[in-house]
């Protein structure tokens, strides 16, 4: 669980090593996601936005692995989607959905 708990972190903080930042630091890297070939992978874009992520939580909804429909809408960005995750309370299982987003 420590290393869910540090993702999450770099989430939060905006450290997550996507292909986008890297190359905004000067990694000779090509900055598209390598799903969809059409985007700047960023954070958002790769756990929101792109179509097999959207893919990943529609299928983690379907098998019930997460009792909760993300907003798919990349507007909000992944920190607003945690916190509205998080502010819906109920009982929104946070740790599948860190889990989750570790496995996109
Ligand atoms: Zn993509």
Redesign the pocket.
């Known amino acids: 669980m420590p290393k869910l708990k540090i993702f999450l972190w770099q989430i939060c903080h905006a450290l997550v090593h996507t292909r986008g930042t890297l190359a905004q630091r000067g990694t000779p890297i090509d900055c ?8 700047i ?1 960023d954070t958002t ?2 756990f929101l ?5 959207q893919d990943c939580w529609r299928l983690a909804v379907f098998h019930n692995w997460l009792n909760m429909n993300p907003q798919f809408d990349p507007q909000i960005g992944i920190l607003q989607m945690l916190s509205d995750a998080k502010a819906a309370g109920l009982a929104i299982k946070m740790d599948r959905l860190v889990v989750l987003l570790w496995g996109i």
Do not use: K, Q, T, V
């Open positions: 598209h996601c390598p799903f969809c070939h059409i985007m992978e874009h790769l936005g792109c179509a097999i992520s």
